[in-house]
Structure formats: structure tokens, C-alpha cells
């Protein structure tokens, strides 16, 4: 990032947004084939989430928030706080150099600024100033064009406190990102619960020939090493074909019941999915 943030210690959990360029000139579209975030303070960074702007609009809309907002950055929930953008990256405890499988990339577009959503989880007022680093390398073209995808399962969640093993599924598929009848090749997954998960998988089923096939299973889950997992022989599907997604907590150091929140001592399922659109 260009400036220090200091977190608002009056919040409990502080999601801010920061406009940045992205830093390379001309008028060519480049391809992300690999970063790595490092945030200055690991203890008080919950996720980093990077957006590309799709839009001029969009684009205005974030630069008119992040001048109105006094320091660096402006305060978003939920997101990039504006409409019209896409995700290209993101961090959270435990994550490393993400490099795209071979001859993938993620697009990149010089004239539109990439917003990177920050959650600083502050506990006993640790809220020092935090300047996050972030490194990419690019590619001027790549065969393919990678796309990410947040997938849940279609059900409120809701753990129950003083429980061993609560389980929470579901379904889910692409269709709303890419519509119906799209061919994909789904090339990695990436898992991410926050501190009560325990254990997650993500599956799908062919609707051509039933099959189901994992994508990734976690047996015991750590908030703390969270990674993306790319498949070693990529899977061919259709935008319409169901996704299988398990998680399961242990709540049984909490006293109340715990629902889907952003917040770090709220939860989440949710699983990322890394897919190329193919031909046929």
C-alpha cells in the first residue's frame, strides 16, 4: 500500500478500503500469474481482498468515497463498497506466494485502479499503524484467462454453541456467474472458515456423467494456514453442474449461537473456485 493505515480502535472489526493504480503503463490489458501479499501486521489483518475496477463508473464512485473519507482509504463492508468489480486476489492467515497453474493468468486492465478491501480484527486495542506489501508477477498474454468464484451453500448457517461437530452443507454451482450451458475447466479450490471450522470438502458432480469428484478435503482445519489448492489434473464441467460443499465446526468454546458474519469471531463457508472457460 502507499500509506500506513491505523485501524479505528473504537471497532472490534475495521474494514477498510484502499484505490491503487496498477502500476504498470500503456494501454494493454497484463495477466497476473502469481502474488504474494504481506500484511505489516499479521495479527491484526483478518483477509485482504483485491478487486479490479470494471468500469469508469465504478472507478469514480470509489475515487469520490476515498477522497471523502479522511486519511488514507475509505471504510466498506462487505466488499470493495462499490458495484462493478471483480475479484482478482486475496489473502488471509497462513497464505503464501499464489502462483496460477501453467499458462493461466489473471487479467489486469492499466486504466482502471484495483481496490484492495483490508479486515483488521483489533483484540486488546492492538491497532498499531499497518502498511501491507503486495507483489506481483505478470505476463503480457496468457493461453488462458482465469476467473475466481466465491461459492457457498444455499442455507442460512447457524452453529449451535457447545458443540463437537456441528455440519453445515449444501449446494451450489457457477450458473449465476457464467449462465447456463458454459463448459469450464475448474483448475483449484480454495477453503476458508474462521476460528470454530474444523473441517471442510468441496466436491462436484458431473450432471453428464454423475460422477463426484473431490476437489479438496481439509480434515483438520486451521484458521491460521490457509491456503489455494490447484488440482493436478484439472476437471472439465459445465457452469450448471452442482458443487458439494461441507463444513464443519467445533463450538464447543462458545456459549452462544454463532451465524454467517464477516467478522473473525462470526463464520463463514465459503469456497473459492479458480476456473478457464474451454471451448467445448
Not at 499497518?130 to 484467462?145: D, G, N, Q, R, Y
Not at 456423467?209 to 486451521?222: E, G, H
Not at 484439472?234 to 454467517?260: A, E, H, R
Request: glycine share 8%.
Amino acid at each position: 500500500m502507499e500509506e500506513a493505515y491505523t485501524p479505528n480502535k473504537a471497532l472490534h472489526d475495521d474494514y477498510h478500503c484502499f484505490l491503487l493504480n496498477p502500476g504498470f503503463s500503456g494501454t494493454k490489458s497484463l495477466y497476473l500469474t502469481a502474488y504474494l501479499m504481506i500484511p505489516g501486521n499479521d495479527k491484526l489483518v483478518h483477509h485482504v481482498v483485491g478487486y479490479q475496477v470494471t468500469n469508469a463508473r465504478a472507478a469514480g464512485q470509489a475515487r469520490k468515497m476515498d477522497q471523502a473519507d479522511p486519511g488514507p482509504g475509505y471504510s466498506c463492508f462487505g466488499g470493495a463498497g462499490v458495484s462493478g468489480v471483480r475479484m482478482v486476489m486475496n489473502w488471509s492467515p497462513g497464505t503464501g506466494i499464489v502462483p496460477m497453474p501453467q499458462e493461466t493468468g489473471i487479467r489486469l486492465d492499466p486504466d482502471l485502479p484495483l481496490i484492495f478491501q483490508m479486515h483488521y480484527h483489533i483484540v486488546d486495542e492492538n491497532s498499531d499503524s499497518v502498511l501491507t506489501t503486495i507483489k506481483m508477477k505478470m505476463a503480457e498474454s496468457v493461453p488462458f484467462e482465469m476467473t475466481r468464484s466465491f461459492l457457498s451453500p444455499w442455507m442460512p448457517l447457524v452453529i449451535p454453541p457447545k458443540t463437537v461437530s456441528h455440519v453445515h452443507e449444501g449446494t451450489a454451482s457457477l450458473q449465476a456467474y457464467f449462465g447456463s450451458g458454459k463448459p469450464l475447466r475448474v483448475m483449484g479450490v480454495r477453503a476458508h472458515m474462521h476460528k470454530l471450522g474444523s473441517q471442510m470438502n468441496v466436491s462436484v458432480v458431473s450432471a453428464a456423467s454423475k460422477q463426484n469428484r473431490c476437489l479438496v478435503d481439509v480434515p483438520r482445519y486451521n484458521y491460521a494456514w490457509q491456503s489455494s489448492y490447484f488440482l493436478n489434473q484439472p476437471l472439465d464441467i459445465m457452469s450448471q453442474d452442482n458443487f458439494n460443499i461441507s463444513c464443519v465446526y467445533n463450538s464447543t468454546g462458545t456459549d452462544k449461537t454463532t451465524t454467517w458474519v464477516e467478522g473473525t469471531d462470526d463464520e463463514m463457508c465459503l469456497a473459492t473456485i479458480y476456473t478457464i472457460e474451454r471451448s467445448n
